[in-house]
């Protein structure tokens, strides 16, 4: 994992969570790997995705990043914001967003 070079704080449950993203790195054989961390008060989680290339991978992240946090509030009834709004300003796969009617893009 490199630096982060993007991040996007939210606000869960009246706490700061920062969602961070950083640079997609090529893999052996062509594929790009692109890791994010959530920074939940609770501790730090870090996944990635994986994508044909490094604009595919950072998409996959963001999407992944997205579900993630709408889970909290869907399965955790954690109030989660961004600029005091229920829409987090992310891009969303098209199979959840009814999850998000409020603004994934």
Request: aromatic share 10%; proline share 5%; net charge negative.
């Amino acid at each position: 994992m490199t630096v982060s070079f993007i991040q996007r704080t939210f606000s869960v449950d009246g706490d700061e969570v920062t969602c961070r993203f950083f640079s997609p790195e090529p893999e052996d054989g062509g594929d790009f790997l692109c890791w994010y961390e959530i920074g939940w008060p609770e501790g730090s989680r870090t996944f990635r995705a994986r994508g044909i290339d490094a604009v595919q991978a950072l998409l996959l992240a963001m999407q992944m990043a997205h579900a993630d946090l709408l889970s909290e509030r869907e399965r955790h009834g954690r109030q989660v914001l961004w600029l005091d709004q229920r829409g987090l300003g992310l891009p969303i796969a098209n199979s959840i967003r009814d999850l998000d009617p409020d603004g994934g893009f």
